[in-house]
């Protein structure tokens, strides 16, 4: 079962392929390193650029007004704020040049904790992006999620920001079509000899899956939870802890996969059901997105319970496993939350 | 040039009479713009160059087929206004169809983006021309830009242009750089440069037209800085009104005289049938949020 990793290398690899992206770079994405995740490995279009955040964005941006859509990456969530301006431009420039430049690129970083990254790798930043208009924010937290939500992103012909859940990246996943037993040792560069390397690429079935479209995880008539990347397998961690019979078909688990365009339809459904909503990201709780989030439920659907959880409002997250755990929602505090919001 | 020239007073008017809020433009760049303008590959896509501009090019856009009319439209926040609905200040053109990229407040992105512009063109003939002001080269993108376009073995195709005017709306260039030339700065790139005397059209066409040959023939990057003046100050923020000791490229220049009039007359129509066009509104506020996807190819699967 691929990992999101090579989930997202199988669908640049289509995409450079039959979609005509010539473009895919940014720091250590191109060979031998392929990426620092290794989502780019093995890549014909995949370069290396200087270490530059405002020259990779500019470039994919530069691309964009020619009308080539490129697939660029920042290699930690945590580094884009010295682009943030021209993140802005490229977000306004459809609106502000009366859809002369639609501006269509994928910005792919790595975002969020749960593998002690410390300060400068672990943050998480969708709130912040989501102020920025004119650009779709894309989640996945699951292969075939990955898959399919990147190649829409790369077709959707605007800019997109596809975060990565970067703890799940290698964690065995959900079975894409077509795809062979031996996936990992035909697309996974040896890490002693990366150098004459090349990947096997297997036949796999393109598909998609559409921006703007929640997956319901699991069903039930009491209880929504709306996640999205890592926080989706702290919850399921989660509700493994608590008793079954207390849950089975009382909680419907929600990942919104994409926070822009909002399926707020999906969450407005699932409330109206169930009268109680608990929302868990791991941004830090401060003028959140689940904050947005929670108003806009309430203008359709006033829940007779709902509250979010997400990280402490610190200025970092510490590198020991304690302050990580402080300040990140854990498995412990979401079981908690789910058997306090759950009515007896 | 003349032409540009009599826009930017009647723009300034314009503002002058409260009907707009604000104007910036380019008096003093005219001989240059207007050259580098006649040299252009106008068209769209790779193989024609691509224009990055700043909010004092306006000359090199007429000198592409751009109409005043259309730069009246915008100081006066029309919904005929082509290049922003009635949304951008003045001289903030763009042209899809002419490759002339957008003209952006916050000085230089276009340094950064001219990076993929080029990129995009280095199959083909065209070239990228980005252009900015000597105060946008104190912004990191510009050693960005430097750094990306001499990449060894992947030299990009850009003719970099700085318009030197020596001040920065109002720190003079003395203050803040230690070389004397920007193209100093280039030169430590490995980059071809010269300098150019801004104000004289015969000299900046023959410095243009080996600048461009140089990146059409070379692919690679190139850096003109042409000394230019600052006639009406920064903006209509600093008063917009006439330096004095700024010498006048148009004084270099001989034209006929009625000339000046004919445009100002014609300009002048202009500007009344524009006052009785529509205004931008609050329902052409929400257009063009979003482009258009692309086209999704027949044999790819759609999962919910």
Redesign the interface.
């Known amino acids: 079962m691929a990992t999101i990793a090579q989930a997202i290398r199988l669908a640049l690899h289509y995409a450079e392929r ?2 005509g992206v010539k ?1 895919i770079f940014g720091q250590d994405v191109g060979p031998p390193l392929g990426g620092a995740f290794t989502m780019t490995q093995g890549l014909d279009s995949a370069w290396n ?2 270490l ?1 955040e ?2 990779i ?14 697939v660029c990456e920042i290699q930690f969530g945590d580094y884009i704020f010295n682009s943030i ?2 993140l802005r ?1 490229i977000g306004t ?12 690129m994928v910005l792919m970083t790595p975002v969020g904790a749960g593998n002690r990254g410390g300060i400068y790798h672990s943050h998480s930043i969708e709130s912040i992006l989501s102020h920025l ?2 650009w779709k924010i894309v989640i996945p937290s699951s292969s075939r999620d990955a898959y ?1 939500l990147m ?1 829409s992103s ?5 800019p997109v920001a596809y975060l990565i859940p970067k703890a799940l990246s290698f964690c065995p996943g959900e079975l894409l ?1 077509g795809e062979p037993d031996d996936l990992k040792k035909r697309i996974n560069a040896p890490l002693d000899g990366r150098s004459n390397w090349t990947p096997d690429w297997p036949a796999c ?6 921006l703007g ?1 929640l ?1 319901i995880r699991t069903a039930g008539d009491t209880l929504t939870l709306a996640s999205y990347g890592r926080m989706i397998q702290v919850i399921e961690m989660a509700l493994q802890k608590i008793p079954q019979d207390r849950i089975r078909d009382r909680v419907e688990l929600l990942d919104l996969r994409t926070l822009v365009p909002l399926d707020l339809e999906g969450i407005v459904t699932s409330v109206r059901k169930t009268g109680r909503l608990l929302i868990v990201n791991e941004d830090s709780e401060q003028t959140n997105f689940g904050e947005h989030l929670l108003r806009k439920v309430r203008e359709k659907a006033p829940p007779h319970v709902a509250t979010l959880l997400a990280a402490r409002h610190l200025p970092g997250i510490g590198l020991s496993q304690q302050l990580e755990d402080y300040t990140v929602p854990t498995v412990e505090q979401v079981q908690r939350q789910i058997e306090k919001m759950l009515p007896s | 040039m003349v032409e540009s020239r009599c826009l930017d007073e009647q723009l300034i008017l314009l503002q002058r009479h409260g009907l707009s809020p604000f104007w910036t433009g380019g008096p003093g760049e005219e001989a240059f713009n207007s050259s580098l303008g006649a040299l252009l590959r106008v068209g769209r896509g790779p193989e024609f160059d691509f224009l990055l501009p700043h909010y004092r090019s306006s000359a090199i856009a007429l000198m592409a087929g751009e109409k005043s009319i259309d730069f009246i439209r915008q100081m006066l926040g029309r919904q005929s206004d082509p290049y922003s609905y009635g949304r951008n200040f003045a001289n903030h053109f763009c042209n899809a169809e002419r490759n002339l990229g957008p003209v952006s407040s916050p000085v230089n992105s276009q340094f950064v983006f001219g990076l993929g512009t080029a990129r995009a063109q280095l199959n083909s003939s065209g070239i990228t021309v980005v252009v900015a002001g000597d105060a946008s080269t104190h912004q990191g993108d510009f050693a960005s830009l430097l750094l990306w376009s001499t990449r060894p073995h992947n030299p990009l195709p850009i003719l970099i242009v700085i318009t030197n005017n020596r001040i920065g709306i109002s720190t003079p260039y003395e203050t803040q750089h230690a070389r004397p030339h920007i193209v100093d700065r280039a030169q430590a790139f490995g980059i071809e440069t010269a300098m150019v005397d801004g104000l004289s059209v015969d000299e900046c066409t023959n410095a243009l037209k080996h600048a461009f040959d140089y990146v059409r023939t070379e692919r690679r990057p190139y850096f003109l800085e042409a000394s230019v003046t600052r006639l009406f100050g920064h903006s209509s923020a600093s008063g917009a009104k006439r330096d004095p000791s700024a010498e006048d490229p148009l004084d270099r220049e001989s034209y006929p005289s009625h000339w000046r009039m004919e445009i100002q007359e014609r300009l002048q129509q202009e500007v009344e049938q524009v006052k009785l066009e529509p205004p931008a509104d609050g329902i052409s506020a929400e257009s063009y949020v979003w482009g258009s996807s692309r086209q999704w190819p027949q044999s790819l699967k759609q999962y919910d």
């Open positions: 039959e979609l473009n650029t200087p530059d405002r020259g964005v500019g470039t994919a941006a530069g691309l964009a007004m020619m009308g080539q859509t490129s301006d021209l431009l420039t459809c609106w502000s040049t009366r859809g002369q430049f639609p501006m269509p208009p004119g399919g190649i790369i077709l959707d012909g605007n079509d079935d393109p598909f998609s899956i559409p479209k997956r």
